[in-house]
């Protein structure tokens, strides 16, 4: 005991030594920090989510360890692991990172320090080591890779003092003044300097350290600077005033030095707007007459805030040529100048001629969103509902996980397959409704079925229906497949032409992928009955296809959404590997709110895993993570049994409406004096009637009677009312007659 007294004593006095120098205790540190451990908070590069943990053992590997820990599953039964962990770097005042490797770098990080790590290697996509802006704690990093300055008690922060002797060496000063940092030019903490004198002033009387950045500035050369001829391409004004912010110690300036340190002329150009920042009016009237008609002699444009070709009043410098667009030489032609303008889109863009007709009788029957008796939007009361009561809550409006919601996907799943009934294996994520499940299902096709695909070039095959929604071959193609068509639609007859259908399935290359509309077919409105489902059902695994429905209107066929979804059941009943893409904006009426879902039946819960992996990486660079409020609405009202039964009397209460104005189209044909047979209006299904009108007669409703609807004669049932049912049908009459 006795032995150990000298021991403490020396420790004391260390201790005591090292705080008098603005140090905290080590002994105090050491013991914290294994107690309770530092506090780190973590962000994946470049946009994820903010996390904090505590660390206790300081090396690279529990470092690793703690982050991966701290993330979320990015999918269901999925987690990040230490190895996903590639890169980590340390965020550092005021707007650098560091990279973490050794045990060493982990030790040095501050206590409630900020780290950004990412999966990807330096090989790939390294974190940036400059222009990383985040609002936090300052944390002191000596940069590894460049030269260390001279020492100052009063600057403790070396990389931004390498950086500030830099700037005043090589950007300010001319460099006949140019001052080594060992020279006096380069105060040390015991020059007595204006701005050694103020740095050591703003840490407070306690022996507290000055901010960062005044003391980062505190080694400039305040006296003997100021007002000296000024390097070429600045007035003296302009020069004498990037010196004042540079010694007050100006963030942005310090930044610009930073990031132009090895380009004086950008350095210039950026620093000069800085200026126009701080004070707009000062670039040109600061400047005196006659360094303003050197300028303008030299070419220069001291009101553009540019400098470049701005003559200096130092004798025997030659001023910069002047950039090119800036007075020395043609600019560049634009960018974008080749860009040809691309055709209107054959749904969207009849709502953009709508829009320009004036007359108050014109009527749209173009795009497919439901409207009510009075030709209005509508939102379900049940959605208003839910609305209502997830506003009374107060959630918040955080990102949700890449795969989606997992409440919402498990309830679109009972509302495709049935409760109870949802096949093993299976894979689903959240998409941008029935578009985005498209393109998603492409996008897994083309990478994973694309090797040796029956589609040129060995890319996958995706069938379409003849005819199809206009917008599947594009979603297709641009995803990287190769799109064909079947025969499905009988023009004459104004019915399924399931004979062709047939044939052409048997006849298809196996591994093609056949894309089916689950019900309320669009554009046609022409549905297969059970028996022909049936049918359909055998072609396909006899050709050895793959099915995809596309099931945007369930509902609206029938009005029952599980009789509408029986296609989908008769197929995986059948033991078909479907794939599924769902649209909840027409049931539910959420056009505006992306709202929809992929499901592939993978086959056992081990590859269901790695599907949704693959498709939450698919997913991740396109749309980073899908859009919460709509998802939401879906899940309450479908969690509840009272509102999911309001709800699924509304969507009864649309496809009635809608199949009611079938009817009274037909009637009011008959009244306007059509001798044609209409019949097949009443006899298709869903949201759109295919009318049988050509081209030109669809040009002639717009024209003379504006009525619009798409060239191929797709009338939007949902925007057919009791008020305008009549006049459409005069409309129709006059050009069919």
Same mark, same amino acid.
């Given at each position: 005991?006795?032995?150990?007294?000298?021991?403490?004593?020396?420790?004391?006095?260390?201790?005591?030594?090292?705080?008098?120098?603005?140090?905290?205790?080590?002994?105090?540190?050491?013991?914290?920090?294994?107690?309770?451990?530092?506090?780190?908070?973590?962000?994946?590069?470049?946009?994820? /989510?903010?996390?904090?943990?505590?660390?206790?053992?300081?090396?690279?590997?529990?470092?690793?360890? *703690?982050?991966?820990?701290?993330?979320? =599953?990015?999918?269901?039964?999925?987690?990040?692991?230490?190895?996903?962990?590639?890169?980590?770097? *340390?965020?550092?005042?005021?707007?650098?990172?560091?990279?973490?490797?050794?045990?060493?770098? *982990?030790?040095?990080?501050?206590?409630?320090?900020?780290?950004?790590?990412?999966?990807?290697?330096?090989?790939?996509?390294?974190?940036?080591?400059?222009?990383?802006?985040?609002?936090?704690?300052?944390?002191?990093?000596?940069?590894?890779?460049?030269?260390?300055?001279? =020492?100052?008690?009063?600057?403790?922060?070396?990389?931004?003092?390498?950086?500030?002797?830099?700037?005043?060496?090589? $950007?300010?000063?001319?460099?006949?003044?140019?001052?080594?940092?060992?020279?006096?030019?380069?105060?040390?903490?015991?020059?007595?300097?204006? &701005?050694?004198?103020?740095?050591?002033?703003?840490?407070?009387?306690?022996? !507290?350290?000055?901010?960062?950045?005044?003391?980062?500035?505190?080694?400039?050369?305040?006296?003997?600077?100021? +007002?000296?001829?000024?390097?070429? +391409?600045?007035?003296?004004?302009?020069?004498?005033?990037?010196?004042?912010?540079?010694?007050?110690?100006?963030?942005?300036?310090?930044?610009?030095?930073?990031?132009?340190?090895?380009?004086?002329?950008?350095?210039?150009?950026?620093?000069?707007? $800085?200026?126009?920042?701080?004070?707009?009016?000062?670039?040109?009237?600061?400047?005196?007459?006659?360094?303003?008609?050197?300028? #303008?002699?030299?070419?220069?444009? !001291?009101?553009?805030?540019?400098?470049?070709?701005?003559?200096?009043?130092?004798?025997?410098?030659?001023?910069?040529? =002047?950039?090119?667009?800036?007075? +020395?030489?043609?600019?560049?032609?634009?960018?974008?100048?080749?860009?040809?303008?691309?055709?209107?889109?054959?749904?969207?863009?009849?709502?953009?001629?709508?829009?320009?007709?004036?007359?108050?009788?014109?009527?749209?029957?173009?795009?497919?969103?439901?409207?009510?008796?009075?030709?209005?939007?509508?939102?379900?009361?049940?959605?208003?509902?839910?609305? @209502?009561?997830?506003?009374?809550?107060?959630?918040?409006?955080?990102?949700?996980?890449?795969?989606?919601?997992?409440?919402?996907?498990?309830? !679109?799943?009972?509302?495709?397959?049935?409760?109870?009934?949802?096949? #093993?294996?299976?894979?689903?994520?959240?998409?941008?409704?029935?578009?985005?499940?498209?393109?998603?299902?492409?996008?897994?096709?083309?990478?994973?079925?694309?090797?040796?695909?029956?589609?040129?070039?060995?890319?996958?095959?995706?069938?379409?229906?003849?005819?199809?929604?206009?917008?599947?071959?594009?979603?297709?193609?641009?995803?990287?497949?190769?799109?064909?068509?079947?025969?499905?639609?009988?023009?004459?007859?104004?019915? $399924?032409?399931?004979?062709?259908?047939? %044939?052409?399935?048997?006849?298809?290359?196996?591994? @093609?992928?056949?894309?089916?509309?689950?019900?309320?077919?669009?554009?046609?409105?022409?549905?297969?009955?059970?028996?022909?489902?049936? @049918?359909?059902? #055998?072609?396909?695994?006899?050709?050895?296809?793959?099915?995809?429905?596309?099931?945007?209107?369930?509902?609206?066929?029938?009005?029952?959404?599980?009789?509408?979804?029986?296609?989908? %059941?008769?197929?995986?009943?059948?033991?078909?590997?479907?794939?599924?893409?769902?649209?909840?904006?027409?049931?539910?009426?959420?056009?505006?709110?992306?709202?929809?879902?992929?499901?592939?039946?993978?086959?056992?819960?081990?590859?269901?895993?790695?599907?949704?992996?693959?498709?939450?990486?698919?997913?991740?660079?396109?749309?980073?993570?899908?859009?919460?409020?709509?998802?939401?609405?879906?899940?309450?009202?479908?969690?509840?049994?009272?509102?999911?039964?309001?709800?699924?009397?509304?969507?009864?209460?649309?496809?009635?409406?809608?199949?009611?104005?079938?009817?009274?189209? *037909?009637?009011?044909?008959? /009244?306007?004096?059509?001798?044609?047979?209409?019949?097949?209006?009443?006899?298709?299904?869903?949201?759109?009637?295919? &009318?049988?009108?050509?081209? /030109?007669?669809?040009?002639?409703?717009?024209?003379?009677?504006?009525?619009?609807?798409?060239?191929?004669?797709?009338? &939007?049932?949902?925007?057919?009312?009791?008020?305008?049912?009549?006049?459409?049908?005069?409309?129709?009459?006059?050009?069919?007659?």
């Amino acid at each position: 005991m006795v032995a150990m007294l000298p021991i403490a004593a020396m420790l004391g006095k260390a201790d005591t030594a090292f705080k008098a120098v603005g140090g905290s205790s080590i002994i105090f540190n050491l013991i914290k920090h294994r107690i309770f451990g530092k506090n780190v908070r973590c962000i994946e590069y470049p946009d994820g /989510d903010l996390q904090s943990f505590q660390i206790y053992r300081m090396n690279v590997g529990r470092l690793r360890e *703690v982050i991966a820990d701290a993330q979320p =599953p990015p999918f269901p039964t999925a987690f990040v692991q230490a190895e996903d962990v590639k890169q980590m770097s *340390v965020w550092t005042s005021p707007h650098f990172t560091e990279a973490i490797k050794t045990d060493a770098d *982990v030790r040095a990080i501050a206590d409630g320090g900020w780290l950004f790590w990412s999966k990807d290697g330096a090989d790939e996509e390294p974190i940036p080591r400059r222009g990383v802006k985040l609002d936090g704690s300052h944390i002191s990093s000596k940069s590894k890779d460049e030269p260390t300055p001279s =020492p100052s008690d009063l600057i403790s922060d070396r990389t931004l003092q390498d950086t500030a002797i830099r700037l005043s060496r090589s $950007l300010l000063i001319p460099p006949s003044v140019t001052a080594s940092p060992s020279s006096s030019s380069v105060p040390s903490a015991s020059a007595s300097t204006p &701005s050694a004198s103020a740095s050591a002033a703003d840490g407070g009387g306690d022996g !507290a350290p000055a901010s960062p950045l005044s003391r980062s500035f505190a080694v400039l050369p305040a006296r003997g600077v100021r +007002g000296r001829p000024p390097p070429p +391409g600045l007035t003296q004004w302009q020069y004498d005033r990037l010196v004042d912010l540079a010694v007050d110690g100006d963030a942005g300036l310090l930044t610009l030095a930073r990031n132009f340190g090895d380009d004086r002329r950008a350095f210039r150009r950026a620093a000069l707007r $800085l200026l126009g920042r701080r004070d707009p009016s000062a670039i040109l009237l600061s400047a005196t007459p006659g360094e303003v008609a050197a300028a #303008a002699a030299r070419g220069g444009d !001291a009101a553009d805030g540019d400098g470049a070709g701005t003559a200096s009043p130092t004798a025997g410098v030659e001023a910069q040529p =002047p950039l090119p667009g800036r007075g +020395g030489g043609d600019p560049p032609p634009p960018r974008w100048a080749g860009v040809p303008q691309g055709p209107p889109d054959a749904i969207l863009g009849v709502t953009q001629a709508f829009g320009r007709d004036a007359s108050p009788r014109k009527i749209n029957l173009g795009v497919g969103a439901y409207r009510d008796d009075d030709g209005k939007p509508y939102v379900l009361p049940s959605v208003r509902e839910a609305e @209502a009561r997830l506003a009374s809550r107060g959630l918040n409006m955080e990102y949700l996980p890449v795969a989606g919601h997992a409440g919402f996907l498990g309830k !679109a799943m009972d509302l495709a397959y049935g409760p109870g009934a949802v096949p #093993a294996g299976l894979a689903s994520v959240q998409t941008l409704s029935g578009t985005g499940a498209c393109r998603l299902a492409g996008d897994l096709l083309a990478r994973f079925a694309g090797k040796d695909g029956p589609g040129e070039g060995g890319r996958p095959l995706v069938l379409l229906p003849n005819p199809s929604w206009a917008n599947h071959g594009a979603i297709f193609r641009d995803a990287g497949c190769t799109v064909g068509t079947y025969a499905y639609y009988e023009p004459a007859t104004k019915s $399924l032409d399931l004979e062709g259908m047939l %044939r052409d399935l048997r006849a298809a290359p196996a591994g @093609a992928t056949v894309l089916l509309h689950a019900c309320a077919h669009n554009p046609t409105g022409v549905d297969p009955d059970a028996d022909a489902w049936a @049918a359909i059902s #055998a072609a396909v695994a006899e050709a050895g296809l793959h099915p995809l429905f596309d099931m945007a209107y369930q509902g609206f066929t029938s009005g029952d959404t599980d009789a509408d979804a029986a296609a989908v %059941r008769r197929f995986v009943a059948d033991g078909h590997a479907v794939v599924l893409a769902q649209s909840f904006s027409k049931n539910f009426g959420l056009y505006g709110h992306r709202v929809g879902a992929l499901s592939v039946m993978a086959g056992d819960e081990a590859a269901a895993a790695a599907v949704t992996s693959q498709l939450c990486i698919l997913g991740r660079p396109s749309y980073s993570n899908p859009p919460v409020h709509g998802v939401r609405l879906v899940d309450e009202v479908l969690g509840d049994a009272a509102l999911a039964s309001q709800w699924r009397g509304e969507v009864r209460g649309m496809a009635d409406r809608i199949a009611g104005m079938r009817t009274a189209l *037909v009637a009011a044909l008959a /009244d306007a004096g059509s001798g044609a047979d209409w019949g097949h209006v009443t006899a298709q299904n869903g949201m759109f009637c295919y &009318s049988g009108m050509s081209a /030109d007669m669809v040009a002639r409703l717009a024209a003379d009677w504006s009525v619009y609807l798409t060239a191929n004669g797709r009338i &939007s049932m949902a925007g057919v009312t009791t008020k305008n049912v009549g006049y459409l049908a005069e409309a129709m009459h006059a050009v069919t007659k």
